[in-house]
């Protein structure tokens, strides 16, 4: 049976601590931290038990533009405009260890699924894998004519995924280091790629508001989706690999059921543009940061069976080639949290806050 919704995704928390736009969000295996980087210079560790202190790391001397748990959550990866990358240990004390990554501004930072390696992405053009223990260097990726935006491991680790402003996507091989194949089909440039969690599929959102799913054993477009008005910055796929959350310019977070082919939910909660987006590992919850400085923690309300993992193959709207590239059909269910819920929200931490001091 397919995953179905008991209820509407729900707001679950609201957290308010940086001083500029959000740009990069992501949880802990143990779903006990959640990780943000902002505009702000800065990153914070906050954590999901209520009532208890946000840390905020600084180090990086100019804005933190992506952020990444590693497996274990012992160490939190963090890439800058001031060019370097950072591993740091999210407890009270903040500590770190930095090395200067690349020679332009940092746009991406992924572990690999064994904690391993870490690959890097930067305004240089380049893709950079890294040992984990010590940061040793250990190769470049350079076929991209643009700055690159994302890059992305495998689930098994042995292929890395990258996108950039020069409009491709583009897969290689870990250990050739070669790259198997560029696609080509996006008209703006690549914010954001992921793969599925099967590994067969790759998922990507672009300046030309569009999310794209191709299957890439076969290179074939799999799913096209117009849903948003404005660029897609980001996109996290659910574990079961059933659906996937995207975060727009149009200030909306959209959640796209790939069996189906269509459009779930419009969630309405950021005031200005929707920059980052991500499940949980169990993804009982995902996250979203915004332009207007707020992380806002989403309840999914799933009740999914996991044995039910997609093929890509058998999308409820895959692109059959003898019909071109046509845009599947969307049925839209608007959900809108208007301000009024979000007031509402506010207000009940606020009172939870004041039952605790009393």
């Known amino acids: 049976m397919a995953a179905v919704y008991e209820e509407d995704p729900s ?18 295996r143990a779903k006990k931290q959640l990780v943000t980087g902002s505009m702000d210079s800065s990153l914070m560790i906050w954590n999901m038990k209520p009532q208890t202190r946000a840390y905020r790391f600084v180090g990086h001397k100019d804005a933190v533009l992506c952020v990444h748990f590693s497996p274990s959550g012992h160490l939190v990866a963090s890439g800058s405009r001031d060019k370097t990358v950072r591993l740091w240990i999210p407890s009270i004390k903040g500590e770190s260890t930095v090395f200067k990554a690349h020679t332009a501004t940092v746009r991406s930072v992924h572990f690999s699924n ?3 390696s870490l690959v890097t992405a930067s305004d240089d053009k380049t893709i950079k894998v890294w040992t984990v223990h010590r940061q040793k260097f250990l190769f470049s990726l350079s076929q991209h004519i643009n700055w690159v935006r994302c890059a992305r491991f495998s689930p098994d680790g042995r292929l890395i995924v990258s996108s950039s402003d020069d409009k491709t996507v583009k897969l290689w091989d870990k250990t050739s280091r070669e790259c198997i194949h560029s696609f080509c089909e996006h008209g703006g440039f ?14 990507a959102g672009s300046t030309d508001s569009t999310v794209k799913l191709w299957d890439i054993r076969m290179n074939r477009l799999l799913q096209h989706y117009q849903v948003h008005s404005s660029v897609v910055n980001s996109l996290s796929f659910h574990p079961s690999g059933n659906y996937l959350v995207t975060a727009s310019s149009d200030s909306t977070v959209k959640i796209l059921d790939l069996l189906e082919g269509r459009l779930l939910y419009t969630l309405h909660g950021h005031q200005g543009p929707a920059t980052c987006v991500a499940f949980s590992r169990d993804g ?6 915004g332009s207007d400085e707020q992380v806002m923690v989403w309840k999914t309300n799933f009740d999914t069976d ?3 993992v997609v093929k890509p193959q058998k999308y409820g709207s895959s692109v059959d080639g003898t019909h071109g590239t046509g845009t599947v059909s969307i049925l839209e269910q608007r ?3 208007t301000e009024d819920k979000l007031k509402e929200c506010l207000e009940n931490q606020q009172k939870i806050l004041q039952n605790k001091t009393n």
Do not use: M, W
């Open 190 to 203: 690549v914010n954001h790629v992921d793969f599925h969690p099967s590994g067969n599929c790759i998922a």
């Open 306 to 308: 996991y044995g039910d």
């Open 284 to 289: 009982d919850f995902f996250a979203s940061g």
């Open 114 to 116: 064994d904690g391993q």
């Open 11 to 28: 707001l679950e928390r609201h957290f308010k601590g940086h001083r500029d736009a959000i740009t990069s969000v992501d949880f802990s």
């Open 335 to 337: 959900l809108t949290l």
